[in-house]
C-alpha cells in the first residue's frame, strides 16, 4: 500500500510488462525443446511439443527448423521490447517521483511552523532531502526488482509444472526451505537501514555546523574538538554500511554455488537413476536455473530494499510530522495596511517559561514605533508574534480591525520588510541579493529599480566600486563584504520590495560607529513613508521614533515619546538611558 501510494496505477502498468517479459522468456526457453528434439519430433509423446506442432501448422508456417528457429527470435525480441520498456517506463516514473517530491518538501519546509523548526536540527531537514529521497529511490527501484522476480518466479514455476510436475514440487520445497533460512537476514538490513538513516542526519547536523561556524573554528583553531565528535558518528556510520553491504553480499555470493549443486544433482538424477532423455532434463534444468536465479535475486533485492527501507521510513514519518506541524492559517486576503495594528493582551510562554504577559499595543500606520528593553525581555518573540511565526496562548493581534486568524498569513507577510542584526546575504551577485531574482538586471526598468533601493539604502557607491559593479558575486553568506554593507544590503533588498511595514529588528547592535550612521539615515528616510517598527536594545536607535515601548520581563513596563520617557528620572528607561550615556 506504501509503494501503490507513490506509484498509484502506474504500478499496474508495470506488473503488465513485467508479466509478459517474464512469458515471453519462458516460453522462449521451452521452444529449445523441439528443436533440441527435432529429428524425433514425430515419435514425440510430450504435451507441449505437440501444442507447437500444431500451433505453427494452424498459422500457416509448418513445422521446420527455420520455424523454430524464427518463433524463438520472435518472442526473444518480444521479451527485449518489454524489458525496455518497463526500464524506460519505471525511469520515467522514479525520476519524475524524485522531482515531485523534492519539491512537495520544499513546500512542507516552507509551511512548516516556526516552533517545529526551532526545535529541529537543520541536519536533519537537509538530510531529508539531500539522502534519505535519493535513498527512498534506489528503494522503489529496488522494490521494483523485487516484484520483477516475482513475477518471474511465477511464470517459471507454471512453466516447470507444464514439463515435469512432481520434479518442481520438490525444487519448490528445497527452494522454500533456503528462502526460509535466510529470512532473517532480512530483518537485520531493515533495523540496520534505519540506523543508517539516523546516523545520516547527526553527520549533516554537525557538518553544517562546521560549515557555519568555519571562520571562528579557524581562526581559534578548534576544529579537533568538533571533530572528535564528527569522527565517532562516522565511525559509527562506517559500522552500520559495512553490516549493511556484507548482508546484502550474502545471498547474491551464494547464488551461483547453490544453483549449480542443485542443478547437477536434478540432472544426474533424472538421466542416471529414471533414464530420462538429456534434452527434456537439460530445458528443465535451464528453467530451474533461471528459476533458481530469480528466488536468490529476490533474496538479494529483497535484502537490499530492506537495507534502503530507512529512506522510506524517514519519509513517512516526516510527511506525517510535517502536515500536523503545518501552520495554520485563515483564508482571507489582504493586498495593503490601511490604518492600525492592534496587540490585545498577548502572552506567550515556552514551555513552562512566561515570556511575554498580557502585553497591549498599537501601531499606526505610517508611524514609526520602537521597542526597547534588556536582552531576555521578549523583544524578538513579541516580533515573531507580530510576523505570525508565533501563536501566542492568549490574546489577538488585529490588522485593521481583522483578526490575524481569519487572513492569510502569508498576506500578512507579503506586508512585511524585515532586516535583521544577522544580515541575511545568499552566495549571489548584489543584483540577485537584492531582488531575489525576481528580475534580470540587464533590463533597463529593473535595473532603475534596483540602484534606486540601493541609493536609498546607501550602498549604490560601494557596490559600483567593486570589479563588476552590481553583477559582482558577494561569496557565501556575504565573506566579501563587511558587516556593515551587508546590513545596507538587507536594507536595500526591502526597500526593492516595497513594503507596506519595515521592522528592523536589533538592525545596527552590531555595527561600528560609520556603518550604524548610514544605516540610521536610511531607516530615518523611511520615516513617514511607511510603518517602520525598530527592535532595539541601543536606544539612540529610537531616538527619533513617534513612540517608544519599553519591555521588562516580557511586560510593557513604561511607553511613551523619547523625550518623555528620558525626561521621569525614576523611569526605567532614564536608568537605560544613563547606563548607555545617552541624554535627552
Not at 514455476?157 to 532480512?186: D, E, H, P, Q
Request: aromatic fraction near 12%; proline fraction near 1%; charge should be positive.
Amino acid at each position: 500500500m506504501v509503494f501503490y501510494g507513490y506509484f498509484g496505477k502506474w504500478l499496474y502498468v508495470l506488473c503488465f510488462l513485467l508479466l509478459f517479459g517474464a512469458m515471453c522468456d519462458s516460453f522462449g526457453i521451452m521452444m529449445l525443446l523441439p528443436i533440441l528434439n527435432f529429428n524425433k519430433l514425430e515419435d514425440s509423446n510430450n504435451y507441449y511439443t505437440e501444442i507447437l506442432c500444431k500451433t505453427l501448422e494452424s498459422l500457416g508456417l509448418g513445422v521446420s527448423l527455420t520455424s523454430l528457429l524464427f518463433v524463438i527470435f520472435i518472442i526473444f525480441s518480444l521479451k527485449g521490447c518489454f524489458m525496455f520498456l518497463q526500464k524506460g517506463f519505471l525511469a520515467y516514473i522514479l525520476c519524475g517521483f524524485e522531482k515531485r517530491i523534492k519539491i512537495d518538501f520544499c513546500h512542507k519546509y516552507e509551511s512548516m511552523k516556526y516552533g517545529y523548526f526551532v526545535d529541529t536540527k537543520i541536519g536533519y531537514l537537509n538530510n531529508i532531502v539531500t539522502t534519505e529521497i535519493a535513498r527512498a529511490m534506489n528503494c522503489l527501484n529496488t522494490y521494483v526488482e523485487v516484484l520483477a522476480n516475482i513475477i518471474f518466479v511465477t511464470i517459471y514455476i507454471l512453466a516447470a509444472f507444464f514439463i515435469n510436475f512432481k520434479l518442481t514440487v520438490i525444487v519448490l520445497f528445497v527452494c522454500s526451505l533456503l528462502f526460509v533460512a535466510m529470512k532473517s537476514l532480512a530483518r537485520i538490513s531493515k533495523n540496520m537501514s534505519v540506523l543508517i538513516s539516523e546516523n545520516n542526519a547527526e553527520t549533516q547536523s554537525v557538518l553544517l555546523q562546521i560549515i557555519g561556524n568555519f571562520k571562528y573554528l579557524k581562526a581559534t583553531n578548534s576544529f579537533k574538538r568538533i571533530f572528535d565528535q564528527l569522527f565517532v558518528i562516522i565511525e559509527s556510520g562506517r559500522k552500520y554500511n559495512f553490516k549493511g553491504r556484507v548482508l546484502v553480499a550474502i545471498p547474491l555470493s551464494i547464488i551461483d554455488p547453490i544453483s549449480v549443486l542443485l542443478l547437477s544433482g536434478l540432472i544426474y538424477y533424472n538421466v542416471e537413476y529414471k533414464g530420462e532423455s538429456l534434452s527434456s532434463v537439460l530445458i528443465l534444468s535451464l528453467i530451474f536455473y533461471r528459476l533458481f536465479s530469480r528466488v536468490f535475486s529476490f533474496q538479494a533485492f529483497w535484502q537490499k530494499f530492506n537495507s534502503l527501507v530507512g529512506g522510506i521510513e524517514v519519509l513517512r514519518k516526516a510527511t506525517k510530522v510535517f502536515d500536523i506541524q503545518k501552520e495554520h492559517t485563515g483564508k482571507l486576503k489582504i493586498e495593503k495596511f490601511e490604518k492600525i495594528i492592534e496587540l490585545k493582551g498577548i502572552s506567550f510562554s515556552f514551555s513552562s517559561k512566561q515570556v511575554l504577559s498580557d502585553i497591549n499595543m498599537t501601531i499606526p500606520k505610517n508611524k514609526s514605533i520602537g521597542i526597547v528593553g534588556e536582552s531576555g525581555a521578549g523583544k524578538t518573540t513579541l516580533f515573531d508574534i507580530f510576523t505570525g511565526l508565533l501563536v501566542p496562548q492568549s490574546g489577538t493581534v488585529c490588522i485593521d480591525g481583522i483578526d490575524y486568524r481569519e487572513i492569510d498569513i502569508s498576506a500578512i507577510r507579503n506586508l512585511i520588510g524585515y532586516v535583521t542584526q544577522d544580515a541575511i546575504i545568499f552566495n549571489d551577485s548584489f543584483a540577485n541579493n537584492i531582488t531575489l531574482w525576481k528580475c534580470n538586471f540587464n533590463d533597463y526598468r529593473c535595473r532603475e529599480k534596483i540602484e534606486n533601493a540601493s541609493i536609498m539604502a546607501n550602498c549604490d557607491t560601494f557596490i559600483k566600486e567593486t570589479s563588476m559593479g552590481y553583477e559582482t558575486e558577494v561569496g557565501d553568506r556575504g565573506i566579501r563584504v563587511s558587516g556593515g554593507q551587508k546590513q545596507r544590503i538587507s536594507i536595500a533588498r526591502e526597500i526593492y520590495r516595497n513594503p507596506d511595514i519595515m521592522i528592523f529588528d536589533e538592525a545596527t547592535s552590531a555595527l561600528d560607529s560609520e556603518s550604524e550612521d548610514f544605516v540610521q539615515k536610511s531607516i530615518n528616510a523611511m520615516k513617514g513613508q511607511r510603518t517602520v517598527v525598530i527592535i532595539a536594545h541601543r536606544l539612540s536607535t529610537v531616538k527619533k521614533c513617534d513612540y517608544i515601548y519599553v519591555l521588562k520581563n516580557g511586560r510593557i513596563v513604561e511607553e511613551g515619546n523619547f523625550q518623555e520617557l528620558c525626561s521621569n528620572t525614576n523611569s526605567h528607561f532614564f536608568r537605560m538611558c544613563e547606563a548607555q550615556n545617552l541624554q535627552n
